[in-house]
């Protein structure tokens, strides 16, 4: 990148509504709710899109608030810094997509969750959201693990996510929900 035109011509290019790159806290969470609820309002959309679109980033965004690990001398030393973007596709669909470093020892236990949710259709997400909302399972930073299946209920789609190996300790964890019109 030679200029910041350049990076203004990327991002415009891409459909980029909003992005965010630094440290995740709640006020920056309560900022970025509320750039994203005046901008959707100003779309033409049918509101249900409006709704479905906000819930999901809010759902993402409490996943990265609450996922972030304090303990990490990584995390820590790069201040809980994480990636947001929410861009309109030229289908008309909406992408958020998320990044964050996570514990390699993690990445299993994850990986496992997100194929589990991947695998089951719109009637199966619907039970197994239930299943784990009655059995009361805990998640290690103390959710139930409701965050993903709930995403991927209200998103319509599979998601997409990825571990760029970063060394011996972390990973850094990409996510993208595409919105299903």
Known sequence: MDNIHDFYNM????NIMLSFKGEVTSDLLTSILQ???????TLDEP???KKKVYNILV???QN???HIDEDDALTAANEKTALFMIRKNDD????????NYI?????HILKARLDKINSMDKEELKDYYKEVLNNGEMSAKGGGGLGMIDIARKSGKKLDYDFAKIDDKFSF???IVNIAQ
């Open 103 to 107: 514990a390699n020892e993690n990445i």
């Open 92 to 99: 008309g669909e909406y992408s958020i997509m998320t990044g």
């Open 173 to 175: 964890f990409s996510l």
């Open 35 to 41: 750039i994203m609820e005046s901008k959707m309002e």
């Open 11 to 14: 991002m415009e290019d891409g």
């Open 64 to 66: 990265l608030y609450h």
């Open 47 to 49: 509101p249900k899109i």
């Open 59 to 61: 759902e993402c965004l």
